[in-house]
């Protein structure tokens, strides 16, 4: 049974860090990309982050290039998004998503077909 759990969210000031971890299980990260996406109140869910699987090629959104780092450990099965230097725009909830097929990502949802349950982030002083 494919699972993904994200942890790792609260409340933080800006210019704080936070590391969410998004742990697997059911299905191997040497085949599936991941995804991290994020919706804000009001806001419709945008592309956060994604790790290929084949090569652990990274991509960001531009909003957050230079600050996030998208990592993963195989062996643990998890994949970390490493946040620093948070700004209030960065409130919102926080998913990762397993990707429908082998080895690539992107930033579209539909071609994610698990999701995780979301994990809160509020930056705010």
């Known amino acids: 049974q494919v699972q993904l759990v994200e942890s790792g969210g609260g409340l933080v000031q800006p210019g704080g860090s936070l590391r969410l971890s998004c742990a697997a299980s059911?299905?191997?990260?040497?085949?599936?990309?991941i995804g991290w996406f994020r919706q804000a109140p009001g806001k419709e869910r945008e592309g956060v982050s994604c790790i290929r699987s084949i090569d652990g090629v990274t991509y960001y959104t531009n909003s957050v290039k230079g600050r996030f780092t998208i990592s993963s450990d195989k062996a643990k099965n998890t994949v970390y998004l490493q946040m620093n230097s948070l700004k209030p725009e960065d409130t919102a909830v926080y998913y990762c998503?397993?990707?429908?097929?082998?080895?690539?990502?992107?930033?579209?949802?539909?071609?994610?077909?698990?999701w995780g349950q979301g994990t809160q982030v509020t930056v705010s002083s």
């Open positions: 998503a397993k990707m429908k097929k082998y080895y690539g990502c992107s930033f579209y949802g539909s071609t994610y077909d698990y």
């Open positions: 059911g299905f191997t990260l040497d085949y599936y990309g």
